[in-house]
């Protein structure tokens, strides 16, 4: 059975830090690129940052550079996402993706709440 469990969210002040992580399992997590979404009320889900299986290839949503860190333990089967200067306009629920487009297959985990707010 896979499963992606966020975690770590919660409600922040405005330039403070969070670290999500999403605990993987059911599946070959290593050979799996890593993401993570986050939908905002209202808007699309949109991505914020990947990792690739091998090699640890990163990409940051623009919006997100210099703040927000990915990273992954495959000893672990876990994929993080380290989150400084917090902004108002990161507030969302933030989910964890799991994609393998030679397999053809796409996990979600079931989101996790991150609130910027003084």
């Known amino acids: 059975q896979v499963q992606l469990v966020e975690s770590g969210g919660g409600l922040v002040q405005p330039g403070g830090s969070l670290r999500l992580s999403c605990a993987a399992s059911?599946?070959?997590?290593?050979?799996?690129?890593m993401s993570w979404y986050r939908q905002a009320p209202g808007k699309e889900r949109d991505l914020v940052a990947h990792?690739?299986?091998?090699?640890?290839?990163?990409y940051y949503a623009d919006s997100v550079k210099g703040r927000f860190t990915i990273s992954r333990d495959n000893a672990a089967n876990t994929v993080y996402l380290q989150m400084h200067s917090l902004k108002p306009d990161d507030t969302a629920v933030y989910y964890c993706?799991?994609?393998?487009?030679?397999?053809?297959?796409?996990?979600w985990g079931q989101g996790t709440q991150v609130t910027v707010s003084s």
């Open positions: 993706n799991a994609e393998s487009s030679a397999l053809g297959r796409s996990y």
């Open positions: 059911g599946f070959t997590f290593s050979s799996y690129v």
């Open positions: 990792i690739t299986s091998v090699g640890g290839s990163t």
